[in-house]
């Protein structure tokens, strides 16, 4: 496909893979970070992995003039947008920030789309909008509902955009809810990079491989799971970002909105993960089991058989794919680091 894709939060985890993947399909993309949570030497390492130049505006959603100027300077035919906050436990601490950037920077971007003529968008969603089941593997269909303001911030995302639909029936989305990203890009160049100490389980591991974290905290064993600890549904990154690109390719094509899961339609254990990570850094890796953390479910994992049907898209890495490439990432990061 062709055109000019803006892509929001292009410089963190699942927009730098994103903006590989969106390269690689022909697109050509103007990202636009404030680089809140990704480092700086972010559009240097992609234009490495693209062998082409980054075209950056650094702002925030939040400012209009900043993103009123992106649709002066470049004729954008449409926007990925994943530039939002995304702390499960840190939204709880500043709720109102959470919902600002996340919401009223949506309602801003969505403003100044329309006012450039610009009406097509993909929205990086959540599986945290749906609401607490035992219903697995969670279909689109399943009731909504929200734990966290960051999973009411999805939430109200997706029905601001749904909302505006229906004003204008000029407005085309692919609203795309996912479960867990994991791994990184096959060059090692880009990964999930927290700045402080990791809330999710595969950087977490990641950083107990590399020696930068003692030892993995098990939240709980005694779960009603297979090998009693959580199950959720883990995804590639790359895997991820192609989903993207596919609601994408969609849309470009003239196809209808759509709500969609992006997940492997299984579930894997903390113990799996451990199992695959020691594999995959050759060395088995110290834990304990610690009480349970308030607000875990026991089980999570999606029904990606929709996305298949409309977009022909589906998952083509695997578990140890995803611990394989964190670990090259995160040990090259280190090396690099110590060096
Ligand atoms: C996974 C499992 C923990 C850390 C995420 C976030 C957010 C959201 C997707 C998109 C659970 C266990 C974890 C640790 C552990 N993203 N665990 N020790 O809980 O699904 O939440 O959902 O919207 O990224 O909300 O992911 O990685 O935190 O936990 O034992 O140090 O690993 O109990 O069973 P979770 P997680």
């Known amino acids: 496909m062709s055109g000019t894709i803006l892509l929001t939060g292009g410089a963190g985890y699942i927009g730098s893979h994103t903006y590989v993947a969106l390269?690689?399909?022909?697109?050509?993309?103007?990202?636009?970070?404030?680089?809140?949570?990704?480092?700086?030497?972010?559009?240097?390492?992609?234009?490495?992995?693209?062998?082409?130049?980054?075209?950056?505006?650094?702002?925030?959603?939040?400012?209009?003039?900043?993103?009123?100027?992106?649709?002066?300077?470049?004729?954008?035919?449409?926007?990925?947008?994943?530039?939002?906050?995304?702390?499960?436990?840190?939204?709880?601490?500043?709720?109102?920030?959470?919902?600002?950037?996340?919401?009223?920077?949506?309602?801003?971007?969505?403003?100044?789309?329309?006012?450039?003529?610009?009406?097509?968008?993909?929205?990086?969603?959540?599986a945290?909008?749906?609401?607490?089941?035992?219903?697995?593997?969670?279909?689109?269909?399943?009731?909504?509902?929200?734990?966290?303001?960051?999973?009411?911030?999805?939430?109200?995302?997706?029905?601001?955009?749904?909302?505006?639909?229906?004003?204008?029936?000029?407005?085309?989305?692919?609203?795309?809810?996912?479960?867990?990203p994991a791994g990184a890009h096959d060059s090692a160049l880009i990964g999930e990079d927290p700045q402080d100490i990791p809330n999710n389980l595969m950087p977490y591991i990641a950083k107990v491989a590399v020696g930068e974290l003692p030892e993995l905290n098990i939240f709980g064993n005694d779960y009603p799971t297979p090998d009693g600890t959580g199950v959720r549904d883990y995804i590639h990154v790359m895997d991820l970002a192609e989903g993207h690109v596919k609601s994408l390719d969609a849309l470009m094509a003239g196809g209808d909105s759509h709500i969609v899961n992006l997940g492997t339609g299984k579930g894997y254990s903390v113990m799996d993960m451990l199992a695959s990570y020691s594999r995959a850094c050759g060395r088995d890796l110290p834990y304990k089991v610690t009480p349970r953390r308030a607000g875990d479910l026991a089980c999570y994992y999606g029904d990606p058989s929709k996305a298949r049907a409309l977009l022909g898209w589906e998952v083509a890495r695997d578990l140890d794919d995803m611990c394989q490439t964190s670990w090259n990432w995160i040990s090259r990061r280190s090396n690099m680091r110590a060096g």
């Open 23 to 126: 390269k690689r399909a022909g697109y050509e993309v103007v990202i636009l970070d404030n680089f809140a949570n990704a480092r700086d030497d972010v559009p240097d390492r992609l234009e490495v992995i693209t062998g082409a130049p980054v075209t950056l505006h650094r702002a925030d959603v939040l400012d209009k003039a900043a993103v009123a100027e992106v649709f002066r300077a470049h004729k954008i035919d449409a926007v990925v947008h994943f530039a939002a906050k995304k702390a499960v436990g840190e939204s709880q601490k500043i709720p109102l920030e959470y919902i600002e950037t996340n919401c009223t920077g949506l309602v801003n971007l969505l403003m100044a789309m329309r006012d450039a003529g610009v009406f097509k968008i993909v929205f990086s969603s959540s």
């Open 128 to 180: 945290t909008v749906y609401a607490e089941t035992e219903d697995w593997p969670i279909p689109e269909s399943a009731p909504l509902g929200y734990a966290s303001t960051y999973a009411l911030t999805k939430l109200m995302g997706e029905q601001i955009i749904t909302q505006a639909a229906g004003s204008d029936d000029r407005w085309r989305h692919g609203i795309l809810r996912y479960f867990n």
